[in-house]
Every structure is written in C-alpha cells, then in structure tokens.
C-alpha cells in the first residue's frame, strides 16, 4: 500500500520541480491531486481492515462453535477437562479482544434461548469461567449509559440471578434508558416480590415496556402484586394503563368499581384501557356506562365499545348494536356492529335486508370478507 503511495506521490513531485509552481492554478491542482490520493489511501486501508476484521469474527465464531459442541455434548466431562477446554478456547481465540467476549457472550444467550434440555447450569458455569462476569462489571465501572445498558440487558438475557443486587441501584440511575433497563432486568432476576420495585419508578411506561414487564410476568408467573390499587388512581397515565393491564391478566375483578370509572377519563388510552378490560373480563355491569360514553368517542372506541357489548351479550347490548347498525356511520362501524350481532346469533342478523341497501352489502361482507 505504500509503494502504491509512494509511485503515485512521486510524479507529483517531479511536476512540482519542473514547472516551480508557475502559477497558483497549478499548486491548487497539486494539492488536490495529493489530497486525492490520500483519501484513496486511507480508504483502501480501511476497507482492508474491515475484511480482516470480519475474516477473524468468523474465524473465531467457527473456533467458539467447536468449543461449545464438546462442553455442551460431551458426556463424563470432569472438572479438570471442563476447565482446560475453557482455558484452551481462551488461547485459540483474541480472548483480549472486548468484541471476542461479547461474541462468547452472545453466543451463550443464543444457545441457552435455543437449546433443548436444561443446559443453563452448564452455560452459566462456562459465562463464570470465562471470566465474562468480572468483564462486564469493568463496563459498569465506566460509568458509560451504553455500557450499562448493555451489561444489564446481557445479565438479564442469561437469567444470571445473583446479578439483580447489582443492578438494583440503577433503578435511579440519571438516564432513562438505563432506569428502564435496570427495572425490566430486576424484575426478571430478582426472586424476591420483584413487582414491588414498579413502587419507585417514575418513568414513564411505553407500550413496548407494558408488554416486556407482562411477558416476564408471565414467564416467571409472579404473583398479583399489592400496587394495583393504588396505581389506579395514579397521576402518571402510562402507570394507570399497566394497572389494568395487569387486572386483565390477573383477572382481579375485585377492582371492577374502578374500571368502570375509568371508563370515563378524559385520557384517551386510559378510556381504550379499561374498555379492553371490561371486554376481557366480561364485565356486565360496565353496560351502562359504555353505552354512555358512545357518542363522546372517536371510531376507533366506538369499536372498542361495540365489541365489548357485543361480548357482553345482553338484549340492551343486543338492541344498541341493532341502532348503531340502523344509523348512519362508516362502513368499519358498521361491519363492527354486524359483526357483533353475528356474534350474538342475534334474530336481527338472521332478518333479510333490503337487496342493495347497505345494511344488506354490510351483512353479506360480515358472512364472506370477499365480497
């Protein structure tokens, strides 16, 4: 590469010398030339080192692949041999290299996700040999917002517990994401009434993270936490939403009154909220105060209310879906309507309509989507 710089350089020299810069059109073509050839110089190098780069990735991956397949299938793997593999994998690699432990890392996570039988002992005792751990505790020391995130989202992808009094702290940490991160990780790792740390978070609470907390939930099968109630009436709207998110999966009826009520806010989301949760938990004595609420809603709660009633299944639900049905509304409103007096088995579905009415179009769509 430098002898290619080198050849290219010299004959601007040799015109430098012969023409003494005659003109300042010639020193500005000079430099622009010599400009030019460096930026394909350090273009060329850099592309170099990026194929070099990726070659030892896979070389590495392909090493890391072999490791893992005897560790993980071997059987009468004793301790001597287990830790000379680990010590061997650690030679055969750049193990120095900080992209080589994340690789180890990741693939960890990837095998653990993936693998069938009950490999994480054994994946987690390889993580601890590996010296990964202590690695990822000198990137909490950096103080760094990515890092931590980072190292939080790994711990929390390996279900390595004993990482969840680390992590704890940073539940107040400065930057949001991180406070984010920590809270998902905690609650993932922690054995301990994990929920209860929900008590202190002040962050807002997206859609995404409403259905990461309700999955972890769900997989760890943690039990009704005690903040529900409270939430309910929570100055945070994002706070008031998971709340009854989680009384739609725990099924806690007994905060029915409240849900009833919210059906009423003057939050949008928090109104579409609790009207998923009537519909889910068949809450018949939020009829009323659906049918109430109809007018002052757009299409998009309109159907969330015509579903609910419909689901519901009383003749009052029946007759309203019967006169929304019968009004002038956008065909989505009223497919949704028919559709619920479908639903129903309702005699005011099976009634012939009009040929070339609407209501007739309308009902042969709910009966063929095709048509």
């Given at each position: 590469m430098y002898y290619f710089l080198l050849n290219f350089v010299s004959p601007l020299l040799l015109f430098e010398y012969h023409f003494q810069y005659s003109n300042a059109l010639d020193v500005v073509l000079v430099l622009l030339l010599f400009a030019f050839g460096l930026i394909l110089f350090y273009l060329f190098r850099f592309i170099?080192?990026?194929?070099?780069?990726?070659?030892?990735?896979?070389?590495?991956?392909?090493?890391?692949?072999?490791?893992?397949?005897?560790?993980?299938?071997?059987?009468?793997?004793?301790?001597?041999?287990?830790?000379?593999?680990?010590?061997?994998?650690?030679?055969?690699?750049?193990?120095?290299?900080?992209?080589?432990?994340?690789?180890?890392?990741?693939?960890?996570?990837?095998?653990?996700?993936?693998?069938?039988?009950?490999?994480?002992?054994?994946?987690?005792?390889?993580?601890?040999?590996?010296?990964?751990?202590?690695?990822?505790?000198?990137?909490?020391?950096?103080?760094?917002?990515?890092?931590?995130?980072?190292?939080?989202?790994?711990?929390?992808?390996?279900?390595?517990?004993?990482?969840?009094?680390?992590?704890?702290?940073?539940?107040?940490?400065?930057?949001?994401?991180?406070?984010?991160?920590?809270?998902?990780?905690?609650?993932?790792?922690?054995?301990?009434?994990?929920?209860?740390?929900?008590?202190?978070?002040?962050?807002?609470?997206?859609?995404?993270d409403e259905i990461k907390l309700l999955d972890i939930i769900q997989r760890k099968k943690i039990k009704k936490p005690t903040f529900i109630g409270d939430w309910l009436a929570h100055e945070r709207p994002s706070h008031v939403v998971f709340a009854l998110k989680l009384i739609a999966y725990y099924n806690a009826l007994e905060f029915k009154s409240a849900v009833i009520e919210l059906i009423k806010s003057a939050d949008l989301r928090i109104r579409e909220s609790a009207i998923e949760v009537v519909r889910r938990l068949l809450i018949e004595d939020a009829e009323g105060a659906l049918i109430d609420i109809y007018d002052e809603g757009n299409d998009k709660l309109k159907i969330k209310i015509v579903e609910s009633l419909a689901a519901?299944?009383?003749?009052?639900?029946?007759?309203?879906?019967?006169?929304?049905?019968?009004?002038?509304?956008?065909?989505?409103?009223?497919?949704?309507?028919?559709?619920?007096?479908?639903?129903?088995?309702s005699e005011l579905f099976v009634q012939n309509y009009p040929e070339g009415s609407t209501l007739c179009a309308v009902k042969k769509h709910v009966l063929d989507p095709y048509i």
């Open positions: 170099r080192r990026r194929i070099d780069a990726d070659n030892q990735e896979k070389i590495a991956q392909y090493k890391i692949y072999g490791f893992f397949t005897k560790l993980l299938f071997e059987e009468d793997l004793d301790e001597r041999s287990f830790n000379e593999k680990v010590n061997k994998i650690k030679k055969k690699v750049p193990f120095d290299k900080p992209w080589c432990k994340e690789l180890l890392i990741e693939n960890i996570i990837d095998l653990d996700k993936n693998l069938k039988g009950n490999y994480s002992q054994l994946l987690i005792k390889i993580y601890l040999q590996l010296g990964l751990f202590n690695y990822m505790k000198s990137l909490l020391e950096t103080g760094k917002s990515y890092y931590i995130s980072k190292v939080i989202y790994y711990w929390r992808e390996l279900g390595y517990a004993p990482s969840s009094k680390i992590i704890y702290p940073y539940v107040r940490h400065e930057n949001e994401q991180v406070r984010t991160a920590a809270v998902l990780a905690y609650i993932s790792l922690s054995d301990k009434d994990p929920l209860s740390i929900l008590d202190e978070y002040v962050d807002r609470i997206s859609p995404i519901m299944g009383s003749r009052s639900g029946e007759a309203f879906l019967f006169q929304v049905v019968n009004s002038p509304n956008r065909s989505e409103l009223l497919l949704a309507a028919m559709r619920g007096l479908k639903e129903l088995d």
